[in-house]
């Protein structure tokens, strides 16, 4: 692992204030979709809330999930927050969000250059893929890459208004998981119902 990898921000903090004032957007509640793993407990532990769609056993699928939220939600802001090993798995996703470009859609992945599901084994991104820089190749028009919390800051106010893809160097450190609801019926429908759709 590279010697940027081994230090980081702490990721309960830097997502606590990603989603704080989830509110203070246009269109209302910031709708978030959650990686597999780590950003799902991160995002529960900042305060769970129905417009958190949390996936349990999608890997790769974030992106692909928030783009077709945000599709579908033009007027809501919709932030996919996931971690590299997730973001890695969905590569060919950076592509066709740029491609489509929804004017509400932003991506925050959290990098601290590890499958951290799977045992901490070392992730590409600590073994010389740059993700911010894939990003930028794949037709991204903003990619920033934040290493302080004064950086984490200022991209919160950001999010909330423009399309942009973010890389968070995070801290490798093991953080005790916090789960939030993992019934995936449930969960659908109290998305569903947070969006106005009938549940049925």
């Known amino acids: 692992m590279s010697a940027a990898m081994t230090q980081g921000l702490d990721r309960r903090a830097v997502v606590a204030e990603l989603l704080r004032e989830p509110g203070d957007c246009p269109g209302g509640q910031l709708l978030v979709v959650t990686g597999l793993g780590s950003t799902t407990y991160d995002a529960g532990a900042a305060g769970d809330r129905p417009e958190n769609f949390y996936l349990w ?12 939220v ?4 033009p007027e809501r802001r919709v932030l996919v927050l996931t971690g590299d090993g997730e973001a890695l798995m969905g590569m060919g996703a950076l592509s066709t969000l740029s491609a489509r470009a929804p004017g509400n859609l932003a991506m925050v992945v959290m990098d601290n250059g590890q499958f951290g599901e799977t045992g901490h084994q070392a992730s590409h991104t600590a073994l010389g893929t740059d993700l911010a820089a894939v990003a930028a190749a794949c037709g991204w028009k903003t990619v920033l890459t934040c290493t302080t919390m004064e950086e984490v800051a200022a991209l919160r106010m950001r999010l909330r208004h423009e399309v942009i893809f973010a890389v968070i160097r995070i801290s490798p450190a093991d953080v ?9 019926a449930a969960l659908s429908v109290r998305f569903r119902q947070a969006l106005g759709i009938p549940a049925d």
């Open 70 to 73: 945000a599709l579908a939600q």
């Open 57 to 68: 056993g999608a890997m790769g699928g974030a992106a692909m999930i928030g783009l077709g």
């Open 176 to 184: 005790p998981r916090f789960l939030p609801p993992r019934d995936a």
